[in-house]
Each structure stands twice: as C-alpha cells, then as structure tokens.
C-alpha cells in the first residue's frame, strides 16, 4: 500500500533568497497539518527542518529537507531549501524532485537578485509557480511593493488570492479575495483563525482586486471569458478549475501573504497547494536518451517502468549513506533489486524510508510522486538515474556552476592525511559543486566552492562527520621562474683523495628562450671530451636543480641547456660525478643569468548587471588588470580581462559583495608573465623568511 494515491500527492519545492522565512513557512504548515506537534521555530533551533548542527548554529539552512503532511485528501511532500547562493546546487537537484516551486518572498526585502535567478531556474525547469508574501508582521513591510516587483522583475501577472489585512505591528488576518470573506488570526502561533467582516477600509481594495482576478481568471479560457463578457457569474467550480489550469500553464502567479512565524494567514495557502498543484501523474518525464542518442519516453503511472532520480545524497552516522530518490515512473518495494542506469550496475534495495527532518520512517510501495530514501547502494552517486529494468537509459543531469573559490586545506595532524582523501570524497558525493585536487608544484590539496561559506561549511562537516581536521589558508600562487641573460659557467665535481675517487667536470651554456618554451638540452659535445654516456647525468643534474629555482625555489621554465666542453677522469668519473656537476654547473649558472619570477595570468570573464559595470572596472584596474572589452547579455555586461592570479585568488567574495550576489565569474589560466619588479622583491623575502623557518 502506497501513503498517498499519485494524484493525491503534490511535490513542492519551496525556494527563494536566504532569510525570506521559507523554513519558518514550511514550520507553519507542517504543525497545521498535524504532521508536527509544535511550531518548530529557526530562532530557538527546533526547527525539525534545520535540524543539522551547522544549520542550529547558523540559523539558517544549508541543506534541502524533506517532510511530509496531509491536508483535505492530499498528501503534500515539501522540500525546504537553503537560499544562501552558497548553497544553490541544493535547489538545482531539489528541482529534479518536484513539480510545483513555492516562492517565499518576504515583505520588507521583496525580490533580491538570488531569488530573480531561482525565479528563472524554476521557470525553466517548468514548474508551476506560487509565491507567499511572508512576515506582514515585521516593520516596514509592503504587500503592494513586492506585487510591484513581482510584476517587473518576474516579468509575470501577480494573482493576489489573499490580501493582508494591516501590516507591521497591526497586521491582524487575512482577506480571501475570491471568498470576500476576511479572517482575523491569533498571534499565538496556534494557527487559529475566526470569520470576520471585512475592515471597511479594505472594501474598496478588496472589489478592484476581486474584479481584476476574475477577470485574469476568465482569460485562461474562451469559454470562461465569454460568459465573463457576457457579465455571467463564473461558479466557484469553473474559478477553481480557471485558476488550476491557469497556474499549470504559468499564466499569472498566485500570490498569499501572511507570517510564517506568527503562523498566520498559512492555511489558505495549504488548500491552494491541495486544490490546485500539479499532481505527479500530470507531468511530462523529461525524455530519457542512451549513449547511442537513442531516446525513452516514460508514463508517470505505476503500471510503468520504475523510474527513479537521486536528487541527493547523504551520508548518515547511523544508516550509512542514503540514496534520495524522487520516482517518475513505476513502483518500488522493499528488498528488491533496481538498475543504475548511468553506471550500469544492478543494486539491492533493502528497505524504503521517507524522511521527516532527520527522523525516517519505513514505506512500504512507492510509486510516481514518492520522495524517499534508500540506504547502502554500492554505485549510486547523486544525479544518477535508477530503472526498474536492465535498460542504459538515463534522464537529463542537470548542469551545475564551477566552483569559483579556492581554498588550500592542510591535515592539522598525520592521521588526518591519511583520512582526508576519502573523506573530500563523501563530501564531494553530497555536494557535486565541491571539488579538491592536488596542485603538483605546491603540493597542497586545493577545496573549491562557491564561495567562503561553502568552504567553511565543507571544512566544519570534515570535522563532525569524518574526525579531520583542517586548517584553511589562501592558496599558493605557483610561481615560475626563468632568466634574462646568457651564461657560460663551469661545474666541476671532484673527489680524489684516497680509494675509488669521483670526477665530473661540465661547462654549460644557459640561455633564455621564448615565453612557453619550456626547458630544451643540447649535447654539443665535440670530440668526446665527455663520453657520451655521462650527457644524460648532466642532464638529470640540470632538471633536478631546476626544480628549485635560485629566488623563491620554484620550477625554473623556459631556458635552453647547451653542455658545450668539460672534461673526464678514466677511472673516477661516473653518472652521479656528472650529474653532480651539471646541478653546480645550472646553480651557478642561474646566479648570472638575471633570474626573474613569473606569474600565472588568468583569463577573466565577469558577467554583472549593467550599473555594476564601473565599481567592477574599478576593482579590476587596482588589481593589476587589463580589460579586454565587454559585451551586451540582455540587462547584463560581460567584461572580458586578463588579470594576475595572485590579485584574484579570493575573488568570489568581493566579487559578491561588489554585485549583491548578483555577479559570476569563470577564469582560467592564459599565459605566464613576469611579476613587476617591486612585487618580486617581496616575493623574494618571503620566500626566504619562509625557508629559513623551516
Ligand atoms: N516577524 C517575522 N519573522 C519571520 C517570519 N518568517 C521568518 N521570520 C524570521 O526571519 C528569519 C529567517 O527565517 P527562516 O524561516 O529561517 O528563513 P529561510 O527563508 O528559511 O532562510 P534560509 O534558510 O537562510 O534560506 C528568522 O529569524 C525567522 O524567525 C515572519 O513571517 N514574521
Ligand atoms: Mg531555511
């Protein structure tokens, strides 16, 4: 037995910028619904949806959480998502689990840049669209500022449903528009509410709000506005189908308003979400293709084959790690065997649980609609796609941002070291944004994010989850070294007192070469003054040294070697005499070769709103920048520039607070360049203080 019938049940993914009141919201109509037996509040950290460490200790959510509750014949499954752009590949995979997006916008801040960039994902990903005016409640609030700016930064017909009535302090209940009928609710949290006249003040907003929803209604179908010319009453019957059809279609954007925290003005809400969602046997399974481009569509109904998308992965210190799974398609029982689709793996389902917060509970059948988790599947990662058959077809992955921000991390202690590879790698399974490598010339392992606290959070999970400890550091900028002048300089390795003696002598010719030439050796030994076997030891002796370069012991880069005359002792000369002189031979060498250092430049692509424009120029110019031009991308510029990597090492913050959040980046390495003289020599000293610490 299934908990709810498909078309029974609504998948919802409540989304919109940090703080708008989303989790206080999702609080509200959880414990209305009876599915919680208190009001969960962020605040005092009982939230049952932010219920991790770091999200009680932020307060404020970090990862998407799953609950359920049911309300007048519907089973209603809500994902709540963090809405710090940190945290955005949550949303991203979260809107792979449902098929109708609740916006919360809250009414003193009303639409943030993060949330117009959420509003357009949603779109895309087309999902139907609702949005609650939350905390009415809080000073200075503006029901009719954010249905302004609903109308012209979601470019969409705001469709109020409910209008407050009061604001700030004497915010008091709500007016169902299409019902004319005005509540007034308790403040207590409770949920409790009692019929009331409409305030006399609001009768006229409230008739001009009613004709204009009627008639945005009526358009949604010729039949319907016909009989509205016609001055008929529409039925309450043919409003609710108008507004179900109109919502699916993304006509207008039903609008609530009302206090999550207050628990006001919530269930009208509820019921629009039971009465008019999307249900998941009404939805179109994106096409599923294979690697021969051959494609699948799929029903979403459970004489189907099953189909399943993991849109999340967790690691559990009790479970181990939970697979979670939105079903499109088909039915899933426990103890039973599933296909991963994209690693072409069979894996054995034990049980099904759904997730309440952090509680789990087992099910039975799951079927289209259901969100649930699995434990223990050996294969399966995030985003992968499970089938009830051997079938290699797999659903759309969805594109995620490049982490832009990097971090080196070093292991605090020795058994960390050990421990940290596999940790980074449940760290990266949960998160796919997250990244780490191992930079070869610095050797320190390298974490990127979307920004600081996405690093932050990573750094502080490492530790609770895994026992690793780290400590972060800005990374190194792999310097390069090379010279500017010629050099002619003998090596010579001699050892002769007494038993078998060691004799290696050398002359080198050291010369500089283009930039990105890299490093060529020249035998120009004539006349065998060196026997020929020695010349690959001098060589090994010059590459070796070059390792370590005579300013700041970086690679050395973009030199040619000639070894043109030196000479041998029959008995003591050997490879290692020789090489042994090839390294005096380079390091003297390099002494008067006028060694410079040379730093990577990046190629820089910063795309931000218009009136950004010139504080990012001005940002860029005090970084050693050269801007290469810019190019129109709707209300947007791209400005395109080359600029030193050790001037945009931690960009990504400064780069947000410049643009609001509003701003992204992708760079990536052009060419190596010398570092401006007075800058080298600071360079220089530090490298110094460095070794000699050591
Ligand atoms: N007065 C008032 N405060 C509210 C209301 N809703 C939320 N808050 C407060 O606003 C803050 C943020 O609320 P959350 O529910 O955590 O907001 P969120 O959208 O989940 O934020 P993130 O998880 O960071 O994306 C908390 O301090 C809440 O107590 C409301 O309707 N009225
Ligand atoms: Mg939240």
């Known amino acids: 037995m299934r908990k709810y019938r498909t078309e029974n049940l609504r998948d919802v993914i409540i989304m919109s910028q940090s703080g708008a009141g989303k989790t206080s919201l999702a609080e509200a109509m959880l414990f ?38 049911k309300w007048k014949n519907s089973g209603v499954i809500i994902l709540d998502t963090p809405g710090d752009t940190n945290f955005t590949s949550e949303v991203i995979l979260g809107l792979k689990s449902a098929d109708n997006a609740l916006f ?26 609702t949005c609650f005016i939350s905390k009415m409640d809080r000073e200075r609030a503006n029901f009719e500022a954010v249905l302004a700016d609903i109308t012209e ?28 009928k005005a509540y007034l609710c308790e403040k207590d949290g409770s949920g409790t509410f009692k019929e009331a006249p409409v305030p006399s003040d609001m009768l006229d907003a409230l008739e001009e709000t009613y004709s204009k929803v009627i008639e945005d209604l009526a358009e949604v179908d010729d039949a319907l506005m016909e009989k509205y010319l016609e001055g008929t009453e529409l039925t309450p019957e043919e409003l609710e189908s ?36 999307v249900s998941p046997d009404k939805i179109t399974i994106p096409v599923l293709t294979n690697s021969k481009g051959e494609t699948r569509e799929l029903k979403p109904t459970e ?51 759904t997730l309440e917060g952090k509680a789990q509970k087992p099910l039975e059948t799951v079927g289209p609609g259901d969100i649930f ?41 020795k058994a960390d070291v050990e421990k940290i590879m596999p940790a980074f790698q449940k760290l990266m399974d949960e998160d796919p944004v997250l990244k780490v490598h191992r930079d ?44 500017t002048a010629t050099a002619e300089v003998q090596g010579k390795h001699k050892k002769q007192t007494g038993g078998h003696g060691q004799f290696g002598d050398c002359w080198l010719r050291v010369e500089p070469l283009e930039r990105g030439q890299g490093f ?87 795309t931000v709103p218009e009136e950004c424009m010139g504080d990012i120029m001005g940002d860029l110019n005090s970084r050693r920048a050269k801007i290469e031009g810019m190019t129109a991308r709707g209300k947007y510029q791209e400005l395109k520039a080359q600029v030193p990597l050790a001037e945009v090492l931690t960009y990504a913050p400064n780069l947000t607070s410049i643009t609001s959040g509003r701003g992204t980046f992708t760079m990536n390495f052009s060419h190596l360049d010398p570092v401006p003289f007075n800058l080298q020599e600071k360079i220089v000293e530090e490298a110094k203080v460095a070794r000699d610490g050591k």
């Not at 070894?563 to 050997?574: A, I, K, P, T």
Request: aromatic letters at 8%; glycine letters at 8%; proline letters at 6%.
């Open 32 to 69: 209305n619904a009876k599915a919680t037996t208190r009001l969960g509040k962020v605040l005092d950290g009982n939230s049952v949806l932010d219920f991790e460490p770091e999200e009680v200790k932020r307060q404020s959510s970090i990862f998407s959480a799953l609950h359920n509750y």
């Open 104 to 129: 919360v916008i809250d009414a003193i801040d009303s639409i943030k840049p993060y949330s117009e960039n959420l509003w357009k994902m949603a779109t895309e990903e087309g999902l139907t669209r």
């Open 153 to 180: 930064i979601f470019e969409i017909k705001p469709l109020p449903l409910t209008l407050p009535i009061g604001a700030e302090e004497s915010f008091s209940g709500i007016v169902d528009v299409l019902k004319k």
């Open 242 to 277: 108008a507004l179900a059809s109109g919502l699916a279609k993304g006509l207008f954007l039903p609008v609530f308003c009302g206090s999550g925290l207050l628990n006001a003005g919530v269930q009208p809400l509820m019921d629009f979400i039971s009465a008019s969602f």
């Open 303 to 353: 004489e189907e084959v099953f189909c399943g998308y993991v849109f999340k992965t967790m690691s559990d210190p009790y479970t181990g790690t939970l697979s979670v799974i939105r079903c499109l398609s088909g039915t899933l029982s426990p103890d039973s065997n599933i296909y991963n689709a994209k690693h072409e793996v069979k894996e054995r389902v034990g049980s099904i649980i």
């Open 373 to 413: 988790a699995v434990a223990k599947l050996k294969e399966t990662k995030t985003s992968d796609t499970l089938l009830g058959e051997t079938l290699n077809f797999t659903l759309p992955s969805p594109a995620f941002p490049e982490p832009i921000m990097n971090m080196a991390v070093s292991p605090k202690t």
């Open 440 to 483: 070869e010339q610095t050797g320190e392992f390298i974490l990127s994010g979307l920004g600081q606290l996405h690093i932050e959070i990573a750094v502080d999970r490492l530790k609770r989850r895994f026992g690793v400890e780290v400590e972060l550091k800005t990374p190194k900028v792999p310097y390069k070294e090379t010279i």
């Open 520 to 606: 060529e050796f020249v035998n120009g030994i004539v006349g065998g003054v060196i026997p020929r076997q020695y010349i690959p030891a001098v060589e090994k002796g010059v590459i070796e040294s070059m390792q370590n370069g005579p300013l700041a012991g970086n690679p050395v880069v973009d030199i040619r070697v000639t070894v043109y005359f030196g000479s041998y002792h029959d008995v003591d000369s050997s490879e290692m005499a020789f090489k042994i002189a090839g390294s005096l031979a380079f390091k003297k060498a390099m002494e008067q070769c006028r060694p410079i250092l040379l730093e990577p430049i990046m190629n820089i692509a910063v």
